[in-house]
């Protein structure tokens, strides 16, 4: 069975800080993983995927993620964040044949001005 | 408007009262999915359709959930004698099959209250 751990439920930075929102899965076989944002009251936009090839995957809005397949983890990162950047993300994974998606629980993130 | 179109955004019911949720999906796309998210959740399927064939339901979806696909475009999720268990928010996916440049595309949702 895939799976999607969020081991932060809350992150707080600094405003022109680095971030880091984590992501660990477990499925069988190689995985196709993205990250999502969700704003109050709205539905999930897409920020980055990882399919194949590089591993350092750059997305939507400045963000990053780096697959790395022996700690099984998609961490999500951006340089220096901003305040427009806080809101719920949310990473997901999918396997193979299998066509759902399956989320974490999700990271709130605040940027703190 | 290129995106998902999902309606109505909000809806407040009463316990026992039958919903139904309208999806329009980006006009290509042949692949339509629905989520279910409950608060401090994230999204977890529902069911999918390809094209008018809806192909996997999960467990989640009990016999008081149905979802069409009539022609292939639009989508309708009803719920039967809801339960205060259904308030939740739904949300509609679409994508085209095999291609993964932009991921699942989704909608706004629909916020259902039962009351």
């Known amino acids: 069975a895939q799976s999607v751990a969020q081991p932060e439920d809350q992150v707080n930075v600094a405003e022109g800080n680095p971030l880091t929102v984590k992501c660990t899965y477990s499925v069988s076989g190689n995985p196709y993983l993205f990250w999502y944002v969700q704003y109050p009251n709205r539905g999930l936009q897409f920020l980055l995927k990882?399919?194949?090839?590089?591993?350092l995957v750059k997305g939507s809005y400045g963000f990053e993620a780096e697959f790395n397949k022996s700690q099984t983890s998609f961490h999500l990162k951006k340089p220096s964040a901003l305040v427009s950047d806080s809101a719920l993300y949310f990473c997901?994974?999918?396997?193979?044949?299998?066509?759902?998606?399956?989320f974490g629980t999700g990271t709130r993130l605040t940027i703190i001005p | 408007d290129t995106g998902v179109s999902q309606n109505p955004r909000h809806k407040i019911t009463k316990r026992g009262q039958n919903v139904t949720f309208r999806c329009d999906p980006i006009s290509e796309h042949n692949r339509l999915y629905w989520y279910r998210q409950t608060l401090g959740q994230g999204p977890e399927f529902l069911t999918y359709f390809q094209n008018e064939a809806q192909l996997e339901k999960s467990r989640l979806l009990s016999d008081r959930f149905s979802a069409e696909r009539p022609k292939g475009s639009f989508s309708t999720l009803e719920i039967q004698r809801t339960e205060q268990g259904d308030s939740a928010m739904y949300l509609c996916a679409s994508r085209v099959a095999g291609e993964y440049n932009y991921g699942y595309t989704f909608g706004s949702g629909t916020r259902l209250t039962v009351v």
């Open positions: 990882y399919i194949t090839g590089d591993n």
């Open positions: 997901a994974v999918r396997f193979g044949g299998n066509e759902k998606l399956t």
